[in-house]
């Protein structure tokens, strides 16, 4: 079973993008689904998350006030909309979904399923 991430591009800083994430063989909703990054040569991080059932986002403080995670459970999709990119924010982003405990939420090992990264570049 895996996600399916997309919407990532090449922008100007300032811009912003839409990732997206869903799945044919998983009931989103029923998931905590996260959004992790990976830059060259850097370790994955954790950029936001949103709980199931709750729907209680949390976020990085390096991407807090820019970035917004959403789900539409309509279309089994989740959502990271990327606002004022910065050339720092260019990475593989990778989205994630789990059953975690909240203080996990933060966690890669919190989640058991991955998508395979879209990738974000973000131009000065």
Do not use: H
């Not at 830059?39 to 970035?67: C, H, Q, W």
């Not at 966690?107 to 000065?124: E, F, I, K």
């Amino acid at each position: 079973v895996q996600l399916q991430a997309s919407g990532g591009g090449s922008v100007q800083a300032g811009a912003s993008l839409r990732l997206s994430c869903t799945a044919s063989e998983l009931t989103l909703r029923n998931l905590n689904m996260a959004w992790f990054r990976q830059a060259p040569g850097a370790e994955r991080e954790f950029v936001a998350a949103i709980r199931r059932n709750v729907y209680n986002t949390f976020y990085a403080d390096s991407v807090k006030g820019r970035f917004a995670a959403s789900r539409d459970n309509a279309k089994n999709t989740v959502y990271l909309q990327m606002d004022s990119l910065k050339p720092e924010d260019t990475a593989d982003y990778y989205c994630a979904g789990g059953l975690g405990i909240l203080s996990s939420i933060r966690s890669s090992d919190a989640y058991r399923y991955w998508g395979q990264g879209t990738q974000v570049t973000v131009s000065s």
